[in-house]
């Protein structure tokens, strides 16, 4: 019953901007933490950005000072605005969630379907 699911993506030009939205449903009791996630063609999944439970944010070297994870005011869920965007951001991205469907059970993964995000001329 979990849910993530993404969108946003698209082709956009290098220099350019997306902001891509993730929404959660289900039944949530706790979670710890929302995050995006990509992986590139021939590349591990590697993290963007995170948003963990202990509050702040975090963000990868590549990204830093490019990109910004919020927190959706209207829903439970997370966006990445991406500025500056380059080929080299070139991926699918993921939204993830750490959380627990009752008070007390143990922590788990959860995991959208993905948005493909492609810069080039």
């Known amino acids: 019953q979990v849910q993530l699911v993404e969108s946003g993506g698209g082709l956009v030009q290098p220099g350019g901007s997306l902001r891509l939205s993730c929404e959660a449903s289900g039944s949530f009791a706790a979670l710890y933490g929302m995050g995006w996630y990509r992986q590139a063609l021939g590349k591990q999944r590697a993290l963007v950005a995170s948003m963990p439970n202990s509050g702040g944010t975090h963000y990868a070297d590549s990204v830093k000072g490019r990109f910004t994870i919020s927190k959706d005011s209207a829903k439970v869920g997370v966006y990445l605005q991406m500025n500056n965007l380059t080929p080299e951001d070139t991926a699918v991205y993921y939204c993830?969630?750490?959380?627990?469907?009752?008070?007390?059970?143990?922590?788990?993964?959860?995991w959208g379907q993905g948005t493909q995000v492609t810069v080039s001329e």
């Open positions: 993830s969630a750490e959380g627990a469907t009752k008070f007390g059970a143990p922590r788990e993964d959860y």
